[in-house]
């Protein structure tokens, strides 16, 4: 497409329920990387996925969050057992390279 | 590792004011240098960047100068819009990892008529 879609846009949720939130990429990015902007703590890096390599988890904050990408491509990711701390804006970017991200306009999760 | 210092918000001018958000960074190499900004109710977009030392990224009468000396990459606007008001983040991508966008914390810049 011609922009990184991101869905939904708003979700809330019971503390404690799981929730899926989805990024399409542009297409033909091999780079994919989802950041977590909470009020007040700016943008959070939380894991990054580069064609067929395995993935930098090393900012997801807990193993509550995981992610996956499929056909290098659609990425979800997946927060279990949800707590009110993880409330925030989730921003997922594409790039084609090292340079060049394009961002999402966000899913803002709201756990209540 | 990488890291991104940015001048605490918000920062309020007048309209045609000059405005100057400062940005130091930390990092081994040669890192490139990023101003990204978000407008209220909008998506991060990328505003300029610089990837090598003494170039100067410029957009929309923005501009900012890589300084490997100061390890700095200072915001400047000469005179800014109501239209300007936004959130302001400096980000770097360090020279030998993986692409990873290091942010700064983000500066408010409230613009008044």
């Known amino acids: 497409g011609a922009g990184v879609s991101q869905s939904p846009s708003n979700k809330v949720t019971e503390k404690g329920k799981d929730v899926e939130l989805r990024c399409d990429p542009i297409?033909?990015?091999?780079?994919l990387y989802w950041y977590r902007q909470s009020l007040g703590q700016g943008l959070e890096f939380l894991i990054y996925f580069q064609g067929n390599s395995a993935p930098d988890k090393s900012g997801l904050p807990s193993d509550r969050f995981s992610a996956e990408r499929t056909g290098g491509s659609v990425s979800t990711l997946t927060i279990q057992r949800t707590q009110q701390e993880d409330s925030a804006v989730y921003l997922c970017?594409?790039?084609?390279?090292?340079?060049?991200?394009?961002f999402g306009s966000g899913t803002r999760l709201t756990v209540v | 590792g990488n890291s991104v210092t940015q001048m605490e918000g918000p920062v309020t001018l007048s309209e045609e004011a000059f405005l100057t958000i400062n940005c130091t960074y930390t990092a081994t190499g040669y890192p490139s240098l990023f101003w990204y900004v978000q407008y209220p109710g909008e998506g991060l977009q990328l505003l300029l960047k610089a990837t090598k030392a003494d170039d100067k990224g410029s957009n929309k009468g923005f501009e900012a100068t890589y300084r490997k000396e100061t390890t700095s990459f200072h915001l400047e606007k000469g005179s800014v819009q109501v239209s300007d008001s936004a959130v302001y983040f400096c980000?770097?991508?360090?020279?030998?990892?993986?692409?990873?966008?290091?942010f700064g914390q983000g500066t408010t810049l409230q613009v008044k008529p």
């Open positions: 297409s033909g990015h091999t780079a």
């Open positions: 980000a770097l991508i360090g020279s030998g990892n993986t692409g990873k966008l290091i």
């Open positions: 970017a594409s790039s084609p390279g090292r340079h060049g991200y394009t």
